[in-house]
């Protein structure tokens, strides 16, 4: 029974690349919340979708960032243009419902900009 | 705006002295309240929910406990494997979990 899956688990962007970071939910799971923690800080909340719908972007940085959780593969979180600031551990959770509220996360996307 | 305050920060003990973290929160409509323990370089591990005022859950050495306001993650007998950072979350049905900044707890032996 596989966990949450995120890929790569370190990944190093000059600035200005792309990055993207994947997360492949629970089996069973169809919620996936995208957190963002940066050294000393806490998780923050980013984004909350459903597949093929985004619940919640209240976090989400309004410029360069998106993601989408399509119906078939991955969740993705995009990163345009990366900047130094951007560097930190992205980690992914997944869910089963709305009324089932755990959540249970991956190892993480840790995002370096040289 | 909705919160969630851990303290201590940090938490050193020895092997074997009982300690409790506490959590504070001021979320309006609580739904849950979670803990997870994060190793570094680790994702989250989940730990316990709790749901309504007076509920306890227990794993191993680990007790949470719930009040209207603050929940307690009371740790007897530490080993220092106990050793990471406990997060507390909170959320209202249908929302993402608004998370603490953890607290830090070292065990030596």
């Known amino acids: 029974?596989?966990?949450?899956?995120?890929?790569?688990?370190?990944?190093v962007r000059r600035r200005g690349q792309e990055a993207r970071l994947r997360c492949s939910p629970m089996k069973g799971h169809s919620h996936v919340y995208w957190y963002r923690q940066l050294p000393e800080e806490g998780l923050k909340f980013m984004v909350?979708?459903?597949?093929?719908?985004i619940i919640d972007e209240s976090g989400m940085p309004k410029e360069r960032f998106s993601a989408e959780f399509p119906k078939e593969g991955p969740s993705i979180l995009r990163i345009q243009q990366v900047v130094r600031g951007d560097s930190a551990?992205?980690?992914?959770?997944?869910?089963?419902?709305?009324?089932?509220?755990?959540?249970?996360?991956?190892?993480?996307?840790?995002?370096t900009v040289v | 705006e909705d919160q969630v305050t851990q303290s201590p920060e940090a938490l050193r003990l020895q092997e074997g002295e009982s300690?409790?973290?506490n959590c504070s929160y001021t979320v309006?409509?609580?739904?849950g309240l979670f803990w997870y323990r994060q190793d570094p370089g680790k994702g989250p591990e989940f730990l316990f929910t709790l749901y309504s005022a007076g509920e306890e859950k227990e794993k191993e050495r680990l007790k949470a406990?719930?009040?209207?306001?603050?929940?307690?993650?009371?740790?007897?007998?530490?080993?220092?494997?106990?050793?990471?950072?406990?997060?507390?979350?909170?959320?209202q049905a249908g929302t993402a979990l608004i998370f603490g900044k953890g607290t830090t707890l070292s065990v030596s032996s």
């Open chain 2, 65 to 91: 406990t719930l009040t209207k306001k603050e929940s307690f993650l009371h740790i007897t007998a530490p080993k220092p494997e106990d050793s990471a950072t406990y997060l507390c979350a909170s959320n």
């Open chain 2, 19 to 21: 300690s409790s973290l």
């Open chain 1, 89 to 111: 551990a992205y980690f992914c959770a997944s869910g089963q419902s709305f009324s089932n509220t755990e959540a249970f996360f991956g190892q993480g996307t840790r995002l």
């Open chain 2, 28 to 31: 309006s409509g609580l739904r």
């Open chain 1, 48 to 53: 909350y979708l459903q597949k093929e719908n």
């Open chain 1, 1 to 11: 029974n596989a966990g949450v899956m995120q890929n790569p688990r370190h990944l």
